[in-house]
């Protein structure tokens, strides 16, 4: 069996939504890349070449969201990457350009499936290099009092996650769940999970710029007691599975799909990122794999099948 190899779109898409924070109309255009570029964002709107190439190290922001910067450039930066970043993982490209308008990755409907649409709609192609992966060689873990992150070594990617929020609606769906990423499992369980927040909440995060763009179409709202959004939930742990999704996208920061079994408690934008810089910090707990023999690599890797169950 040949060698697995890098994927980027087949042509270039563009879509139109809003930006979750900052309120704005936002026009996102996915381009394809060559080998061994990775995710790389550009901001049309500013006059510069400065591009942000996605990077644990360039996390510069995650309140409430992951926020990339330019290290030359301050006034380059894109908020709210994770549920894009989460699409791209979970279908496994490798490679493209992400060029916006504004400073903010438009939310859609608060989940990844509108980037899911998006990118199947086009397709993917095989490049001409091997597919890089970082493999978790030793366990990893981070804390902030009770909130925990971890990764451990495993040939394939599993997550599991934990929440509790101590409020009635969230405790009746399910404060756990846990996935090996198989075939459509991300697609299936994982990728129509929304974001979700508190109305009271919502004028204190306005007050400090954030939440601008937030509404009942694009988040699950909840009041002291219950769900706000007259539909429901689309899972009935959708709470849990969110924060699987962005903890995908905040993972996948890391620049290559990882191999490994990534398990948290409570965690959020600040500690995936913690995480990952702690992998990097030393050379014994990762490495670079590529696998010469498709047939040598872990399922996760090779049953990207979602172009037919989305078309």
């Given at each position: 069996m040949a060698a697995l190899l890098q994927k980027t779109l087949a042509s270039d898409v563009q879509t139109t939504g809003i930006g979750m924070h900052s309120g704005r109309k936002v026009v996102l255009h996915l381009k394809p890349a060559p080998v061994n570029t990775g995710i790389v964002f550009r901001r049309i709107d500013i006059d510069t070449e400065l591009e942000i190439k996605a990077s644990?190290?360039?996390?510069?922001?995650?309140?409430?969201?992951?926020?990339?910067?330019?290290?030359?450039?301050?006034?380059?930066?894109?908020?709210?990457?994770?549920?894009?970043?989460?699409?791209?993982?979970?279908?496994?490209?490798?490679?493209?350009?992400?060029?916006?308008?504004a400073p903010e990755i438009p939310i859609m409907d608060g989940s990844a499936t509108s980037f899911v649409y998006l990118i199947m709609s086009v397709g993917l192609v095989t490049q001409d290099a091997a597919r890089q992966f970082v493999r978790i060689k030793q366990s990893v873990s981070v804390s902030d009092g009770d909130k925990t992150a971890r990764l451990d070594p495993y040939f394939g990617f599993k997550a599991r996650f934990d929440i509790e929020f101590d409020h009635p609606a969230i405790d009746e769906s399910g404060n756990h769940f846990e996935l090996d990423?198989?075939?459509?499992?991300?697609?299936?369980?994982?990728?129509?999970?929304?974001?979700?927040?508190?109305?009271?909440?919502?004028?204190?995060?306005?007050?400090?710029?954030?939440?601008?763009?937030?509404?009942l179409s694009n988040a699950i709202v909840l009041d002291e007691y219950k769900i706000l959004n007259p539909e429901g939930l689309r899972y009935d742990d959708?709470?849990?599975?969110?924060?699987?999704?962005?903890?995908?996208?905040?993972?996948?920061?890391?620049g290559h799909p990882i191999l490994g079994a990534y398990s948290a408690v409570k965690s959020g934008h600040a500690l995936n990122n913690q995480l990952l810089r702690a992998v990097l910090a030393d050379e014994q707990n990762h490495e670079i794999v590529t696998f010469d023999d498709a047939s040598d690599a872990?399922?996760?890797?090779?049953?990207k099948t979602h172009s037919e169950a989305w078309m």
């Open positions: 644990a190290e360039s996390v510069i922001d995650t309140r409430m969201a992951t926020t990339i910067g330019h290290p030359e450039n301050a006034a380059l930066r894109v908020l709210t990457i994770e549920h894009l970043m989460s699409a791209l993982a979970g279908l496994g490209v490798d490679n493209a350009i992400v060029e916006v308008n990423f198989i075939g459509d499992a991300y697609v299936k369980h994982i990728s129509r999970a929304r974001t979700f927040g508190f109305i009271q909440d919502v004028e204190a995060l306005r007050g400090i710029g954030l939440a601008r763009g937030g509404s959708e709470f849990v599975k969110h924060k699987i999704l962005d903890a995908l996208g905040d993972l996948y920061v890391i872990p399922s996760f890797a090779l049953e």
